[in-house]
RNA sequence: GCGAAAGUGGCGGAAUUGGCAGACGCACCAGACUUAGGAUCUGGCGGGUAAAACCGUGGGGGUUCGAGUCCCCCCUUUCGCACCA
């Protein structure tokens, strides 16, 4: 059935008096409208080149184009866009760039799946979501835009590992490495949670023996925790978390002389100790059960070799069930014996399964009076156990109190320890190295538990690593004019082992850079925490095609003065942006220690009491959220929901709460107050000015401070109720004696006054609706430019406040006194006050407490 | 096991410095305007009471005139680390 519009008609009587369109916050309307201004302004968002203002560099992470933000990126990228728009209107030159990380084994997957190429999965995905960014009106600078799988940008990831190669930094070597059956790939360490892949939680990590490349970022090891100290701006549960991930740990190696009694792998027993000064009180020496020297002692014992591999496949199994820390300890007695230079006594030599052969020396003296492991297993297998430790205490009869065992703190002195004995442990510690390094049988170090950075990945959309294999010459560096190594594009992706590139005969078959004849191009590319390790560099001079950067331009913007993304990157990207930076200053391409000033870590969005997630099936999508209520509530509630550092709870009434808050707001400018053009400023008028400058101090306060964006979006809130109240004259209510007031006519000049401001303290939240209403306002500047609204403290302050008067702690009433009132007067005024004199009526009083502004004590007996 | 953060109405959260607990928003209830309302506006809204009193910030102690906030013990949740010698 069809129904015919009726005709035009000049009269229709059951129709309502229809809203002037303008009338309604439609936020559609609005965004596409000013959308289209900001496009066609190219130069809007730009930072400039040359500027006397200060700078400001703000930047969120950029994302991996997986083909649609989600509502994480959203909350990100509005906390960063409102610091820009506000650091643009405080005159800061603001550098506010976006970019792709955008190599990396999803777009393989899709290729495989989809059977699309990588590159073109990959480039669509970046236009869809640059499309998005755009809708949702984030203020980036896209003529910086950096896509890290454009030659344009790797060519300087290769640049960069043949300095590193040149400066040693970079290495080749055979080794165990953590490898994902799902990925078909090399894991670094940092790729390894809890013994399973990083990207598939349910997919068990195994070991396999690869030649990779390492870069050698153990040699800033030293430098990298240091420098957390200068880290002042970043949280501290992060500078922790490198902190632990570096692991440096002082202590002294001590070799252990096996008498010449084991092959070739030598005869010294070299172990690693914190507590040296507990040496007297060793027992037995472990070994790692992969430790070099095992295979010597086991090669004539087949019994001893059949424990031993049972020790390694115990080991191996913990590690990869990620629990070696719940390890049940065995161990096996070797028949060998070293000596302990210290005291010449000589010690059973075990191998144990708890001992790990990557830290340390993967060996050890075995303490059980002073270790909880070395007790526990002395314990199980019947070692000796001797105090050398005795607790220090002031009071001298109780030194000689053997202590419960294990006693494992520091505060102890040497006992039974030879010339040692009666020294502290401390220095005990340093007295004791520096016998051995004098003795020659050992020395202080320092082990770290950070490990080189193993960069090969045997995939195809990544970085070709710029290394050549020739037959004569070995491994030879392309050379730098031959750069970039182009990743060739029409590959066959599979995910079966080994590097796709291997398939590419155009591509592997290449000649020597040294000799010219035939060689082998390396086919495994790059770890993609390669490209974001530097990406924020490139965002200076993101057109440089004669280097990465000029050195100039980042003198100018580094440090990054702002930070922002999630903390699942506190370890990985941030620890190898810092080594980055640090090999680029020690070759001279930059002038700072460290690349980030402050960082700020936002909390997860999480809808239903869980992380949002297609399994979960409660993932809500940005653009739905934009389409039903506005690219501007939906930002916005993603500041208003909760603290920016905590955990967001996705409500989809709370978004409607917020979009009928820019209703109103929109209504409160396109409504005709009927004020008057001049009247006196009444005592409403008043208050509602107090109100506008208090407000303007809250929001200040809060971007200049600890940014609870949820504060002062209800800050806004509130002065926004209590100007509609106002203004419709609605009955105030005064503060203490209740009575109703008719509120007064606020004059034409105050409405204006309110109405800007709160477009400009609207603007760095919701950009679309605040550059409306400046319009609206009749203002015909850039917005995004106009200078944030100052507070006049006097106006801010009130007049008369509001002191509660408690009465033996309990609060039994509330006087109003001027703000400035002494201590008598609001002692006076409180006693006067009817509900406090019943208080404390036929009572004795004890005490009066007086705090100035805050709050009148009574204390009756 | 070690370390960190957190625990406040039906919900998200506020209280920034020891000083009126619950701002702001959601949900809900009532009313207004309406043929209608998933629009808008007004009012209410921790428990308790007729109204008060009184009770309330995970639990138990403490300091203080006064504690969500400080101290001690415990519980729960989240995160990080975990035979690191």
């Known amino acids: 059935m069809t129904t015919a519009r009726p005709a035009h008609t000049d009269e229709r009587s059951d129709e309502r008096p229809e809203e002037r369109p303008d009338d309604r916050y439609d936020a559609q309307r609005i965004e596409r409208k000013w959308s289209e201004r900001w496009q066609s302004d190219s130069l809007l968002y730009a930072a400039e080149e040359r500027s006397t203002k200060p700078k400001y560099y703000v930047l969120e992470m950029l994302p991996y184009p997986s083909g649609a933000l989600h509502m994480g990126h959203v909350r990100n990228y509005s906390i960063g866009d409102a610091l820009a728009r506000y650091m643009w209107m405080n005159g800061y030159n603001v550098l506010h760039p976006m970019g792709w990380d955008s190599f990396g084994l999803p777009a393989e997957n899709a290729a495989i799946k989809n059977n699309t190429p990588p590159r073109e999965w990959t480039l669509r995905n970046i236009a869809a979501m640059k499309a998005q960014m755009k809708r949702i009106g984030f203020g980036y600078d896209w003529s910086r835009e950096v896509t890290t799988c454009l030659p344009e940008y790797y060519r300087w990831n290769q640049?960069?590992?043949?300095?590193?190669?040149?400066?040693?930094?970079?290495?080749?070597?055979?080794?165990?490495?953590?490898?994902?059956?799902?990925?078909?790939?090399?894991?670094?360490?940092?790729?390894?949670?809890?013994?399973?892949?990083?990207?598939?939680?349910?997919?068990?990590?195994?070991?396999?023996?690869?030649?990779?490349?390492?870069?050698?970022?153990?040699?800033?090891?030293?430098?990298?925790?240091?420098?957390?100290?200068?880290?002042?701006?970043?949280p501290e549960k992060v500078r922790v978390m490198q902190q632990n991930w570096i692991g440096r740990s002082a202590g002294t190696l001590v070799d252990f002389d096996l008498g010449g009694t084991v092959g070739p792998a030598g005869s010294t027993i070299t172990v690693f100790t914190t507590r040296v000064d507990t040496i007297y009180g060793a027992t037995s020496v472990q070994l790692a059960p992969e430790h070099p020297l095992v295979g010597d002692i086991i090669a004539r014992n087949p019994t001893l070799r059949t424990q031993v591999e049972e020790l390694i496949s115990e080991q191996r199994r913990a590690k990869e069930a990620g629990d070696i820390g719940n390890i049940e300890k065995h161990g096996v007695f070797t028949g060998r014996y070293a000596k302990n230079p210290y005291n010449g006594e000589a010690l059973p030599v075990w191998v144990a399964n708890y001992i790990l052969m990557d830290y340390g020396t993967g060996a050890i003296m075995s303490v059980p009076a002073h270790d909880e492991r070395d007790f526990e297993f002395a314990t199980k297998y019947n070692l000796p156990i001797r105090v050398v430790i005795l607790p220090a205490s002031s009071d001298p009869e109780e030194t000689t109190a053997e202590p419960p065992l294990p006693f494992t703190t520091m505060d102890g002195i040497l006992v039974n320890s030879g010339e040692f004995s009666g020294l502290g442990c401390a220095e005990a510690i340093e007295g004791m190295s520096a016998y051995a390094a004098e003795k020659n049988f050992g020395k202080a170090t320092v082990a770290f538990r950070i490990k080189d950075w193993g960069i090969s990945r045997q995939r195809y959309w990544g970085t070709p690593i710029p290394m050549v294999y020739c037959e004569r010459d070995g491994v030879v560096p392309v050379a730098e004019k031959d750069l970039p190594v182009i990743l060739p594009d029409q590959v066959k992706v599979t995910l079966s082992g080994g590097s796709p590139l291997l398939n590419v005969p155009e591509f592997l078959n290449t000649t020597c850079p040294k000799c010219g004849g035939p060689a082998r191009r390396e086919t495994d590319t790059m770890d993609t925490f390669v490209d974001s390790s530097w990406y924020f560099y490139r965002y200076a001079d993101a057109q440089n095609d004669k280097a990465p950067f000029d050195s100039a331009k980042i003198a100018y913007w580094f440090p990054i003065d702002q930070y922002i993304g999630g903390v699942e990157h506190a370890i990985l990207h941030l620890i190898y942006s810092r080594f980055w930076t640090k090999f680029m200053r020690d070759m001279g391409q930059v002038t700072n220690d460290e690349p980030i000033a402050r960082l700020f870590t936002q909390g997860m969005v999480i809808k239903d009491g869980a992380k949002m997630s297609k399994s979960f099936g409660n993932v809500v999508s940005p653009d739905e959220m934009v389409a039903r209520y506005g690219a501007d509530a939906t930002r916005m509630y993603s500041l208003f929901a909760s603290p920016p550092d905590r955990d967001l709870d996705w409500q989809e009434s709370g978004i409607e709460g917020i979009q009928r808050f820019l209703g109103r707001v929109y209504r409160f400018f396109t409504t005709n107050w009927d004020a008057p053009s001049s009247a006196p400023m009444t005592d409403s008028a008043r208050r509602l000015q107090r109100k506008l400058h208090q407000t303007i101090k809250r929001v200040t306060d809060d971007f200049q401070g600890r940014w609870h964006f949820n504060t002062c979006i209800s800050a806004i809130m509130e002065l926004l109720n209590d100007a509609n109240r106002r203004m419709l004259g609605t009955d105030d209510a005064h503060p203490v004696t209740g009575a109703l007031v008719k509120a007064d006519k606020i004059p034409q000049s105050l409405v204006a006054e309110v109405r800007r401001n709160i477009a400009l303290l609207l603007a760095p939240m919701a950009p679309y609706l605040a550059h409306e209403l400046w319009e609206m306002a009749g203002e015909t500047s850039n917005l995004l430019k106009a200078p944030w609204p100052k507070y006049d403290a006097a106006l801010a302050a009130e007049d008369e406040i509001e002191i509660p008067v408690q009465v033996n702690g309990k609060l039994r009433g509330v006087v109003v006194v001027s703000a400035d009132a002494g201590e008598d007067k609001i002692k006076n005024t409180a006693l006067a006050d009817?509900?406090?004199?019943?208080?404390?009526?036929?009572?004795?009083?004890?005490k009066v407490i007086v705090v100035p502004k805050k709050l009148v004590s009574i204390v009756v007996r």
């Open 834 to 846: 009817e509900k406090v004199k019943a208080a404390i009526a036929g009572k004795q009083m004890a």
């Open 159 to 234: 640049w960069f590992f043949l300095k590193l190669y040149e400066a040693g930094l970079a290495y080749r070597k055979k080794s165990k490495l953590n490898w994902c059956p799902e990925c078909a790939t090399v894991l670094a360490n940092e790729q390894v949670v809890g013994g399973m892949c990083w990207r598939h939680e349910n997919t068990r990590v195994e070991q396999r023996e690869l030649e990779q490349w390492f870069l050698r970022i153990t040699k800033y090891a030293d430098e990298l925790l240091r420098d957390l100290e200068k880290l002042q701006g970043w």
